[in-house]
T-cell receptor
Framework: ETGVTQTPRHLVMGMTNKKSLKCEQHLGHNAMYWYKQSAKKPLELMFVYSLEERVENNSVPSRFSPECPNSSHLFLHLHTLQPEDSALYLC????????????FGSGTQLSVL | GESVGLHLPTLSVQEGDNSIINCAYSNSASDYFIWYKQESGKGPQFIIDIRSNMDKRQGQRVTVLLNKTVKHLSLQIAATQPGDSAVYFCAEGPGGYQKVTFGTGTKLQVIP
């Protein structure tokens, strides 16, 4: 148990669906992140939030929309995704916003049909 | 551009032997290096880190070595156990409030 909880663990959605991924951290950290993990590729940083403000959007398509209502919760809203968006989506938190010593959740395995 | 890579995608080690996982980096300005372990069905888990002003750091059964001259990082696992089977990622960053960059990972298989 890392203190970062993601739901759902698995998600299958059609290209016209709207779904949301949820992340909650119980570590008192100030920064939260969304990463995308695809097979045989390095972890790709998508978004960074520090103290509930978005500090980085790493050229992510607008069909991915993050939301950080407070420092403990992070959402990733999904809309009209493509099959190539199928991947493991990982949430992480850290004490600062530098990405040092990240604490990851177990991820949501997303399949877009 | 900068990249972080691994010499071997898969490493098989006999239980009880020592494991060495290697990582090359190209950004000479990198100040901070981290190793993560990712077991099947889980997210990456922090193992150990090292800053550029050090060349060696030890943890519990793990040692990280940093060779800045050749921009090489390695993770040594002593007396490898079946529970060490996982994918290991190195990551590097400039330190401070800058994000880290991850490598593609090396899969460690421990043979009982």
């Amino acid at each position: 148990e890392t203190g970062v909880t993601q739901t759902p663990r698995h998600l299958v959605m059609g290209m016209t669906n709207k779904k949301s991924l949820k992340c909650e951290q119980h570590l008192g950290h100030n920064a939260m992140y969304w990463y995308k993990q695809s097979a045989k590729k390095p972890l790709e940083l998508m978004f960074v939030y520090s103290l509930e403000e978005r500090v980085e959007n790493n050229s992510v398509p607008s069909r991915f929309s993050p939301e950080c209502p407070n420092s403990s919760h992070l959402f990733l809203h999904l809309h009209t995704l493509q099959p190539e968006d199928s991947a493991l989506y990982l949430c992480a938190s850290s004490q600062g916003q530098g990405g040092e010593k990240l604490f990851f959740g177990s991820g949501t395995q997303l399949s877009v049909l | 551009g900068e990249s972080v890579g691994l010499h071997l995608p898969t490493l098989s080690v006999q239980e009880g032997d020592n494991s060495i996982i290697n990582c090359a980096y190209s950004n000479s300005a990198s100040d901070y290096f981290i190793w993560y372990k990712q077991e099947s069905g889980k997210g990456p888990q922090f193992i150990i880190d090292i800053r550029s002003n050090m060349d060696k750091r030890q943890g519990q059964r793990v040692t990280v070595l940093l060779n800045k001259t050749v921009k090489h990082l390695s993770l040594q696992i002593a007396a490898t156990q079946p529970g060490d089977s996982a994918v290991y990622f190195c990551a590097e960053g400039p330190g401070g409030y800058q994000k880290v960059t991850f490598g593609t990972g090396t899969k460690l298989q421990v043979i009982p």
